[in-house]
């Protein structure tokens, strides 16, 4: 079963408005998870690393103000997409490592920007 | 900084012939790969990875090449099946960072 979920699996919203989404390791803490965007041209980008306790650190070109990632526990991250413009349209996806190489995805997040 | 690169944005093969996905990366120092698939609206799943003390792994039909001189490495699927439409992402292991770098994936699409 999947170790690792994503709510709301899809989010549809007005430009302006913020959405959030949330990330959670189901059966095993993670002080670090790492959060995607899939761009319409497949390629898998890393936005931030979410880490509990500790502010997110973010990779270069993406808005921290833009994309607020909190890691309020050791199982749960989110990522706020602030004053979503129709251009943040994408399928964000988390993961979290569980020892050595193993890193578990979750199931992603679609959201529409109208 | 394109750590692993995976220069064919897409390919398409006959079902029951071999898929060749191909990936390169830029620092001989790396010393494990993994490679991914990912459906539609999915996240990726793991598919067969790769040690640098070896130079091929397989996994059923799933096996990986690694060329290290070439600092090249392959993801072969024979036979391939339509159920193998997917993305595939190659990617290095992680550093002290764990983050995740991966290459930026090749559409497969397999014909009936």
């Known amino acids: 079963g999947a170790v690792v979920s994503q709510h709301p699996s899809r989010v549809i919203c007005k430009s302006g408005t913020s959405v959030k989404i949330e990330c959670r390791s189901l059966?095993?803490?993670?002080?670090?998870m790492f959060w995607y965007r899939q761009f319409p041209k497949q390629s898998l980008m890393l936005m931030a690393t979410s880490n509990e306790g500790s502010k997110a650190t973010y990779e270069q070109g993406v808005e921290k103000d833009k994309f607020l990632i909190n890691h309020a526990s050791l199982t749960l991250s989110t990522l706020t997409v602030t004053s979503a413009h129709p251009e943040d349209s994408s399928f964000y996806i988390c993961?979290?490592?569980?020892?050595?190489?193993?890193?578990?995805f979750g199931p992603g997040t679609r959201l529409l920007v109208l | 900084d394109q750590q692993v690169k995976q220069n064919s944005p897409s390919l398409s093969v006959q079902e029951g012939r071999i898929s060749i996905l191909n990936c390169d990366y830029t620092?001989?120092?790396?010393?494990?790969f993994l490679w991914y698939k990912k459906y539609p609206a999915e996240g990726p799943t793991f598919l067969i990875s790769?040690?640098?003390?070896?130079d091929k792994n397989e996994d059923g039909r799933f096996t990986v090449f690694l060329n290290k001189s070439a600092k090249h490495l392959s993801l072969h699927i024979v036979p391939s099946q339509p159920g193998d439409s997917a993305v595939y992402f190659c990617r290095r292991g992680m550093d002290s960072s764990y983050k995740l770098i991966f290459g930026s994936g090749t559409r497969l699409l397999v014909r009936p």
């Open positions: 620092n001989s120092m790396f010393d494990y």
């Open positions: 790769i040690s640098s003390i070896k």
């Open positions: 059966d095993f803490q993670a002080t670090t």
């Open positions: 993961s979290a490592p569980r020892g050595g190489e193993t890193q578990y």
